[in-house]
């Protein structure tokens, strides 16, 4: 299966999307509840009920895409928690050429941030003002 099409993990924020596979540990208020409710709306069918800082389940070099569209604002102390776990992740499951773009509501990634030096020490490109982590394998 991994490999045998485009590869696309959503690493949440705002919403599912559409022909990605979910990741997911949590399921915040009005938004889907259940796994079942979440393979609902993506048409692919498929969930990985896990964390963004673990995905021991997936094949390095597998991946073509990562998105996150809209990180939370209130996650600022998990995201420097999990930050280097979730960078190295990415770079481990990335395809060579695949493109990773994390976004966020709220400034993780700002000058002196734990998350944004985690994050551009793994490789990862934040424009200066910007609130989106970009990195192409």
């Known amino acids: 299966e991994w490999g045998a099409r485009a590869i696309r993990l959503n690493y949440g924020g705002l919403g599912e999307m559409k022909g990605w596979i979910d990741v997911n540990n949590f399921f915040p208020t009005g938004r889907p509840t259940t796994p079942a409710e979440v393979i609902a709306a993506n048409p692919t069918g498929k969930l990985l009920q896990t964390g ?59 000058e002196g941030t734990i998350t944004r030096a985690v994050f551009e020490k793994a490789g990862f490109v934040i424009k200066p003002g910007d609130f989106v982590a970009t990195l192409t394998k």
């Open 52 to 110: 963004v800082e673990d995905l021991s389940m997936v094949p390095n070099n597998s991946v073509d895409q990562i998105s996150s569209r809209m990180f939370n604002a209130g996650m600022q102390p998990q995201m420097d928690a999990i930050a280097p776990k979730m960078a190295a992740e990415a770079k481990r499951v990335l395809k060579p050429g695949g493109k990773a773009l994390i976004h966020c509501t709220n400034p993780m990634f700002r």
